[in-house]
């Protein structure tokens, strides 16, 4: 039997971090046995925010990379690539805008909220309206039938789905395929600061952290702010760095509830624990970080190989595409 296809990205905009792992990477890894996977670097989202400042977008891609096959993205079983690298992705997005529909794109939540809440970059530019298309684009190409996502991300397959929907009925083909979310299952992780985890933040600790980074950064966690001295009882539901020890350690749960609201352990000490065990978490993906980083060549094999596997797909959809549409196209 066949596997099902799944395809998923990520932007490369800064260093991944402990949010990316438990809502993204772990999720990725384990389906790379159930799953053809593809895998992409969606650079060309990156820029649509990052255009005014493109920098850092060319390391971050490597440094992100590294960090995909550290926590076990597999490139002998997922295919890895880079979405500029095979450019049917812009000709696709192209096709699918001559039939999205304006209103759809400019009622989308996700678009609204980051046009209302992103203040430091001029966001209201034609790409970005554009951003679920492209996004469309990268998973219909690939005719992925799966795609794991954060709930955040809902809006932007709805529209994928609506797009495929008035394609096929258009043109009497069932050429797309309408893709399904896989929702990742984990709880979501705040920021340190208990905000929303994010870059412009600098609330997040990154997989690659030095451990006296990671041991003060959990040192600078609020806590539970009724727990004043170390003799009152706190309220672990209350406290972020209960929800840490939830997602990264569930089998402590009972222990860290229970010292905590039996007073038998000091805020400072209860960190303290945490940012140990975090540091043992990350130990060996940042050992293998070291290796892949200094084995360049072996990356950029990866990722010819990964473009490989996409391109031959990639080519396959937009010839069938341009048949549809009568447009020129080779063979
Ligand atoms: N928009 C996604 C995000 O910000 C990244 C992304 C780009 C993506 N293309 C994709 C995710 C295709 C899934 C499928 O997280
Ligand atoms: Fe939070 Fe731990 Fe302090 Fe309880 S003891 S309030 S769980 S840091």
Redesign the pocket.
């Known amino acids: 039997m066949t596997k099902k296809r799944i ?5 490369p905009t800064g260093k991944l971090h402990l949010g990316h792992l438990v809502g ?1 990477l772990s999720n990725w890894t384990s389906l790379q046995d159930e799953y053809d996977c593809f895998f ?1 670097v ?1 650079d060309w ?1 990156a820029l649509m925010s990052e255009y005014e400042n493109p920098g850092n977008i060319k390391e971050n891609i490597l440094d992100n990379v590294i960090d995909w096959l550290a926590c076990g993205v597999d490139p002998n079983k997922s295919n890895i690539f880079i ?1 500029s690298q095979i450019p049917e992705h812009l000709e696709l997005y192209f096709i699918l805008s001559l039939i999205t529909p304006l209103g759809l794109l400019e009622r989308c939540p996700t678009y609204k909220e980051q046009l209302r809440e992103v203040l430091n970059r001029d966001l209201s530019t034609y790409a970005f309206l554009g ?1 679920p298309v ?2 469309a684009a ?2 219909l190409l690939y005719k ?1 039938d799966t ?4 709930e ?2 809902l809006p ?2 709805e529209l994928a789905r609506q797009i495929v929907r008035k394609f096929n009925n258009l043109y009497k083909t069932d050429c797309l395929l309408e893709p399904k979310a896989l929702l990742t299952k984990t709880n979501r992780l705040l920021g340190l600061d208990g905000r929303k985890m994010s870059k412009s933040y600098n609330n997040y600790i990154a997989l690659s952290e030095e451990p006296q980074v990671i041991r003060k950064k959990v040192q600078s966690m609020i806590t539970d702010p009724k727990r004043i001295r170390i003799t009152d009882s706190g309220h672990p539901h209350k406290c972020n760095v209960c929800c840490y020890y939830m997602v990264f350690f569930p089998n402590m749960e009972k222990e860290v509830y229970e010292r905590c609201s039996k007073s038998k352990i000091g805020c400072t000490e209860c960190k303290k624990e945490l940012a140990d065990k975090l540091v043992s978490l990350l130990a060996p993906i940042q050992e293998k970080r070291q290796e892949l980083l200094k084995d360049k060549k072996y990356i950029q094999e990866i990722l010819f190989k990964g473009n490989s596997g996409a391109s031959e797909l990639a080519k396959k959809t937009i010839a069938q595409v341009k048949g549809i549409l009568k447009v020129w196209y080779e063979l």
């Open positions: 395809l998923s990205g990520m932007r993204a992409m969606a989202h979405q951003y492209l996004q990268d998973i992925a795609v794991p996502v954060g955040d991300q932007h397959l």
